[in-house]
């Protein structure tokens, strides 16, 4: 559906694109891990404590789209950090401009 979206050109703007293409790319990624480490165990869907078990093993961290996540995630605390830096020099300025006056 996303990558329908990214064909048609209705999914906006090119860096929103962009975004979406990398998304779709991890994602494709995490399930090419995941189905190849699936190949390998001897239980059905069904028996959930093996489920369990093999989702622990796997890890919400491991994998492309795993690594994907902390970089974004680490992009956004940075890119808010510097907003909350900008603003608190902006009100030490206009404070500074006040005590001017």
Not at 62 to 81: D, F, H, I, T, Y
């Amino acid at each position: 559906m996303i990558k329908r979206h990214i064909k048609k050109g209705s999914a906006g703007s090119p860096k929103v694109v962009n975004g979406l293409k990398v998304l779709v790319e991890k994602l494709e990624s995490q399930r090419t891990l995941v189905e190849n480490k699936r190949r390998g165990v001897g239980f059905a869907p069904r028996d959930r404590a093996e489920v369990g078990r093999f989702e622990e093993e796997l890890g919400e961290k491991e994998g492309p789209l795993g690594s994907w996540m902390r970089l974004q995630r680490k992009v956004r605390e940075a890119k808010r950090r510097e907003v909350e830096r900008a603003l608190r020099e902006e009100r030490v300025e206009s404070e500074d401009e006040e005590d001017d006056e």
